[in-house]
């Protein structure tokens, strides 16, 4: 199947720094992109929505200068936590939806595997 | 918007039973998905079934839409099939999901 990537897969920072997570599709193009976040022991929480050359959609909450989304090519997706705090600890996840070889004729959306972000 | 909600959220399974997990949700959806997270995070796609039944090996699932309910079948569980099975609903435009809370099963020996 296609496959996504995220990197870095674990970091750990100081608060007040911030932490850039990149989001690939190693072969296929992505038209869209998905960033989630997952608290222990829960759910998964769209946090925004994001297209290539365009500006992401944040759903509601998420504070869009806390969270920068760059969407800069088909292949290529990257989330900022910008002064990052314990709060903001969490596994963030991307996803990355486009035509694959498998499924050529839909949008078929793939998992990365996730970035555990630990603030101290 | 629409509601998601999977029960049991936790289950506990001899190697060998059978289950099943239950998904229902509040609104007309595009699409509804299953998914396994393993204990390293990963998401496994399962099923994309917005209707009907699909089988995959001991693994089967059924949609009825125009209920709203989606069931997962896990049978003759073995231990590598615990974790936490999600399912996710597809609404509007561009492939939003929104997910369930989950249901996290462990399989025993």
């Known amino acids: 199947g296609a496959v996504v990537s995220q990197h870095p897969s674990r970091v750990i920072c100081k608060s007040g720094t911030s932490v850039k997570i990149e989001c690939r599709s190693l072969d296929f193009q992505a038209t869209t992109m998905f960033w989630y976040r997952q608290f222990p022991k829960q759910s998964l929480m769209l946090m925004a929505t994001?297209?290539?050359?365009?500006?992401?959609?944040?759903e509601q909450g998420v504070e869009k200068d806390k969270f920068l989304i760059n969407h800069a090519s088909l292949t290529l997706s990257t989330l900022t936590v910008t002064s990052a705090h314990p709060e903001d600890s969490s596994f963030y996840i991307c996803s990355a939806s486009g035509k694959t070889k498998t499924n050529p004729s839909t949008d078929t959306q793939y998992f990365g595997p996730g970035t555990r972000l630990t603030v101290l | 918007g629409i509601q998601v909600e999977q029960s049991p959220p936790d289950l506990i399974l001899q190697e060998g039973a059978n289950s099943t997990l239950r998904c229902n949700f509040s609104d007309s959806v595009n699409n509804l998905q299953w998914f396994h997270q393993n204990p390293w995070g990963q998401l496994i796609n399962l099923f994309y079934i917005p209707s009907g039944t699909k089988q995959n090996g001991r693994l089967s699932a059924t949609t009825v839409a125009t209920e709203r309910y989606s069931l997962l079948y896990i049978s003759s569980s073995q231990t590598t099939d615990s974790g936490v099975y999600f399912c996710a609903v597809e609404v509007g435009q561009g492939g939003k999901l929104i997910f369930g809370q989950g249901t996290e099963l462990s399989v025993k020996p």
């Open positions: 994001s297209n290539e050359g365009s500006k992401a959609t944040y």
